[in-house]
């Protein structure tokens, strides 16, 4: 199988987009540890609305699976700017693991939705 080459701008965009996700995965675990943080603050200085509560901290704790899963195929992308004669192997690596993330992320975000739909009603 012959292998291909990005070129320099290709491999960069590549790069940039590997690191977003990177960056990304931080500022959602981020929120996702400030969110819990505070809603277990809430936990101890009173009892109004605890099923509320509850809900938002389930809520913050399933954003440290979607960090996870949006950090996971950064790499893959940064590898194809400095890795020499892989570059197609690890865009399809970094294509399927995005993919599978994307559709994991969708159904934590629907179970999210879900949880919050029941509280409102």
Do not use: C
Request: net charge negative; charged share 10%; glycine share 4%.
């Amino acid at each position: 199988m012959a292998s291909y080459e990005f070129s320099e701008e290709d491999a960069e965009v590549l790069w940039r987009f590997g690191n977003q996700l990177m960056i990304l995965s931080i500022l959602v675990l981020l929120t996702g540890f400030l969110g819990l943080l505070t809603s277990l603050i809430t936990f101890t200085k009173s009892s109004f609305n605890l099923e509320r509560n509850w809900f938002a901290s389930i809520s913050f704790v399933l954003l440290f699976p979607i960090a996870y899963l949006l950090f996971l195929p950064s790499n893959h992308f940064k590898q194809i700017a400095i890795s020499e004669g892989s570059d197609l192997k690890e865009l399809m690596a970094g294509l399927s693991l995005f993919t599978k993330s994307f559709l994991i992320i969708s159904a934590v975000i629907t179970v999210i939705g879900v949880f919050f739909f029941i509280l409102i009603f």
